[in-house]
């Protein structure tokens, strides 16, 4: 198989050719915005397009570099999608991100990465022939990550949404509730935008003007309790 690799944040689309090609396979890499401009004409054949551009986003990300290469995702699904008018559907996409999903309890370091795997499940639902997935790779970078990502790369897995973590690979399965297993948390306390300190569950997002993706903002989420029937 042909593997073409899109953006190399760290290096880290160096290290997975080296591991593909070490199974095998065949890679490419080239940056997103050149992927776009060549109307695909150098990597036609591409059997699956890792798009590895959302590591860089972080706990440190702006919301505006992350709408950015979201849109950069969107607009490389789009082509994809476009091509496969014109020859054989068979080329499968896959965005890796890190820090985004928690398998173990462990708090997510990374919300904003996590929009990537809300998009790409849009993608699945509009593009279906395009069997969009998700990699997550943990928030600590492990020294053998990239041989683990390409083993799994190459076993052409029906999964697709995937959590890469030191102890193998985590897909979400539906389980039965056993209360005794959930420990109790300590409630967050956060000031933002309203000025006043509280106990909270979390966060969620507003959007002040609807349309305007300049206006989005974290607010405090409270809990309400049940009401009486």
């Not at 290096?11 to 080239?30: D, N, P, Q, V, Y």
């Not at 082509?79 to 398998?103: D, H």
Request: net charge negative; hydrophobic share 45%.
């Amino acid at each position: 198989r042909h593997w073409l690799l899109l953006d190399n944040p760290l290096g880290a689309a160096t290290k997975l050719a080296a591991a593909l090609e070490h199974l095998g396979a065949s890679t490419s890499i080239l940056e997103t915005a050149q992927f776009l401009r060549n109307e695909m004409s150098a990597d036609k054949s591409a059997d699956a397009i890792v798009l590895l551009a959302p590591l860089t986003v972080g706990s440190n990300a702006t919301l505006a570099d992350t709408q950015r290469l979201l849109a950069e995702v969107a607009a490389t699904a789009s082509k994809l999608a476009e091509a496969s008018i014109y020859t054989p559907a068979k080329t499968q996409i896959w965005v890796v991100t890190r820090g985004t999903q928690s398998t173990h309890g462990e708090p997510v370091s990374n919300f904003l990465g996590a929009g990537f795997w809300g998009l790409l499940a849009s993608v699945a639902n509009e593009y279906p022939d395009l069997r969009a997935g998700c990699l997550d790779l943990p928030a600590e970078p492990m020294s053998e990550e990239a041989d683990m990502l390409a083993g799994f790369l190459c076993i052409s897995s029906s999964e697709p949404r995937v959590a890469l973590r030191r102890g193998g690979f985590y897909v979400p399965r539906l389980n039965r509730f056993n209360s005794d297993s959930v420990s109790a948390t300590p409630a967050l306390t956060h000031q933002l935008g309203s000025g006043v300190a509280g106990a909270s569950e979390g966060f969620e997002l507003s959007q002040r003007v609807p349309g305007a993706f300049d206006s989005l903002e974290l607010i405090t989420a409270w809990r309400r309790p049940p009401l009486d029937d």
